[in-house]
């Protein structure tokens, strides 16, 4: 990484909110259409699947902003938000894999929709971020 495109934390930041605000809206507005409009049947067909995936471009926009955030930071930032992935990581796999364990094994267990991943990812991250920023006293946790 050049000098050029290294950016301070607060700027960095600016930049990933312009990213993550309207693409966070846009997931929000999406998921909440989609569950509406299929589970109403007011949409069938092909149109129904195409609606279920528009949620995930909001969330490839909002993912675009964070690596972005993580490139442009310097080395400190990056090591509290690649240990925070990290972190993340190992709850939503450790997680997943004793849940499906339980649910190849236990019939009445509710099965757990993979919609859930994504939001269990990210709050295990999140969570993780501001932990590893007050250890390494970063002065700031997001994203």
């Known amino acids: 990484m050049t000098a050029a495109t290294q950016h301070t934390p607060k700027q960095a930041l600016r930049r990933y909110f312009k990213i993550f605000v309207p693409s966070m809206a846009a997931y929000l507005i999406l998921v909440f259409l989609a569950a509406y409009l299929i589970k109403n049947e007011i949409v069938g067909g092909a149109p129904k699947y195409v609606l279920a995936f528009l949620p995930g471009l909001a969330a490839l926009a909002f993912l675009y902003g964070w690596f972005r955030f993580i490139r442009e930071t310097d080395e400190l930032a990056r090591r509290v938000q690649t240990e925070a992935s990290m972190v993340g990581l190992a709850v939503i796999l450790s997680l ?26 990210f709050a295990a991250q999140g969570l993780a971020s501001w932990r590893l920023s007050k250890k390494y006293g970063t002065g700031f946790c997001l994203p």
Do not use: D, H, K, N
């Open 96 to 121: 997943s894999l004793g849940w499906g364990i339980l649910e190849m094994f236990i019939e009445t267990l509710p099965r757990l929709p993979l919609f859930y991943v994504f939001p269990l990812y």
